[in-house]
């Protein structure tokens, strides 16, 4: 094995993101076997508000609600693609079972921020209806 003086600077560079990527590896390998990708999901799930929390209704919360399922259905439908790339690209058996994994992960999270706009939605129309009633 060469010194790494002896190295051009390709090689180096090379060598550099094989070690960088090596850690990386371990750690995400270490936060899957341990748990902590779970118990970290559940603590802080999706934390979406499809208007400015704390802010009042306008009436231009009914496009924006539209704009973030059309935002939402277009990062699903990205996602979706990604998922099969990464199965026809890599080749192994394994790839398959990661996909499914990754597409039902996508699922939970769609309808979880779904509800969140859907919330959202619910309480802006609420405001502007109250809004409405005490007007002369």
Same mark, same amino acid.
């Given at each position: 094995?060469?010194?790494? +003086?002896?190295?051009?600077?390709?090689? !180096?560079?090379?060598?550099?993101?094989?070690?960088?990527?090596?850690?990386?590896? /371990?750690?995400? /390998?270490?936060?899957?076997?341990?748990?902590?990708?779970?118990? /970290?999901?559940?603590?802080?799930?999706? !934390?979406?508000?499809?208007?400015?929390?704390? +802010?009042?209704?306008?009436?231009?919360?009914? !496009?924006?609600?539209?704009?973030?399922? +059309?935002?939402?259905?277009?990062?699903?439908? +990205?996602?979706?693609?990604?998922?099969?790339?990464?199965?026809?690209?890599?080749?192994?058996?394994?790839?398959?079972?990661?996909?499914?994994?990754?597409?039902?992960?996508?699922?939970?999270?769609?309808?979880?921020?779904?509800?969140?706009?859907? /919330?959202?939605?619910?309480?802006?129309?609420?405001?502007?209806?109250?809004?409405?009633?005490? !007007?002369?």
């Amino acid at each position: 094995m060469k010194l790494l +003086e002896d190295m051009s600077i390709g090689h !180096r560079v090379a060598l550099t993101m094989i070690i960088v990527l090596i850690i990386l590896f /371990a750690l995400a /390998a270490y936060g899957f076997f341990s748990g902590a990708w779970d118990q /970290a999901e559940g603590a802080q799930g999706p !934390r979406l508000q499809s208007a400015i929390p704390g +802010e009042p209704a306008s009436t231009w919360d009914s !496009r924006m609600f539209a704009l973030d399922r +059309e935002a939402l259905d277009d990062a699903y439908k +990205e996602h979706v693609k990604h998922l099969f790339l990464t199965i026809l690209r890599a080749g192994d058996p394994g790839a398959g079972e990661r996909a499914i994994v990754g597409a039902k992960n996508m699922r939970k999270y769609y309808v979880k921020i779904q509800d969140a706009i859907d /919330a959202r939605e619910k309480a802006s129309q609420e405001e502007l209806e109250r809004k409405k009633g005490q !007007r002369p």
